[in-house]
């Protein structure tokens, strides 16, 4: 197979698996804006963490929140728990990397926020300690994952929302997370906004 044929498979793949996450994921990425707009209108933030891939979801995530999406607005309090290097590998070196996430939720949330726990493989020992901290704070989880949301699936709470990609792919899961937030994004302006 040459690589104008890899390149087409690629696409292929990414266009059937979005459309069948469709059917999986339409309902609860509803439940998840309507939730988040709850969080914010009652002043709570929006904390997102995740590793490598997810990062940079995180913070994309974050800066569409933060400054806009794709209409005017006033900017809606979210922060990625990925960003500040100093405190990151500070408590990666005096505690464990496990707990990089977990030990800022401890500190910076309150029973009004949200955490935003994204991981492809459901596994990642930092989201899972982010997760038991915000339930110790009593802070709502919204978790995106993928590969059947792995133990992640297990330790969210029935008042958690869950978005699980039906895929074992990488890839294909971080392209749908994108997707995802795209649409959590959209359809929070949609909610504080109207229809353009």
Known sequence: MD???RITQHFTDSAHLKLQAL???ADPIVKAAERMVQCLMS???IMACGNGGSAADAQHFSAEMLNRFERERPG???IALTTDSSTMTSIA???AFEQV????VRALGHPTDLLLAISTSGNSKNILEAIHAAHDREITVIALTGNGGGQIAESLY???IHLCVPSTVTARIQEIHLLTLHCLCDAIDYLLLGAE
Do not use: C, M, V
């Open 3 to 5: 690589i104008a044929n």
């Open 23 to 25: 059917e999986i994921l």
């Open 43 to 45: 002043e709570g933030k």
């Open 76 to 78: 809606l309090a979210t």
């Open 93 to 95: 070196n005096d505690y």
């Open 101 to 104: 996430f977990s030990k800022q």
């Open 158 to 160: 029935h008042t958690d």
